[in-house]
């Protein structure tokens, strides 16, 4: 059974730096798109960044020169270095597993999120 399980998310300061990671177990990573979607307060679940299957990385406008998604296909694991950090880029990050490789995530795989909080 897959599951996806992030971490390293935590209070920051604005301008600070996190990098968030997601290791999937139970399937076979290179078959997946991966993802990284938040979810704010009040606010619906959006895009922040994905890479796919052959490593094509989209990324949301928001996320656009401070942000940068990896994946390491070794460790079945995916990273979102996020720097410059804003206390708007506060909400829940969740990591997504597609196997139809599509930037909107699919419905079926989700990790339970991690915080993350820029405040100062």
């Known amino acids: 059974q897959l599951q996806l399980v992030e971490s390293g998310g935590g209070l920051v300061q604005p301008g600070g730096s996190l990098r968030l990671s997601c290791v999937l177990s139970?399937?076979?990573?290179?078959?997946?798109?991966m993802g990284w979607y938040r979810q704010a307060p009040g606010n619906q679940r959006e895009l922040v960044a994905f890479?796919?299957?052959?490593?094509?990385?989209t990324y949301a406008d928001s996320a656009k020169g401070r942000f940068t998604i990896s994946r390491d296909n070794d460790k079945n694991t995916i990273y979102l270095q996020m720097n410059d950090l804003k206390p708007e880029d506060t909400a829940v990050y969740y990591c997504?597993?597609?196997?139809?490789?599509?930037?909107?995530?699919?419905?079926?795989?989700w990790g339970k999120g991690t915080l993350v909080t820029v405040s100062s």
């Open positions: 997504n597993a597609d196997p139809l490789d599509r930037v909107s995530g699919g419905m079926d795989y």
């Open positions: 139970g399937s076979f990573f290179r078959s997946y798109g």
């Open positions: 890479v796919s299957i052959g490593g094509t990385t």
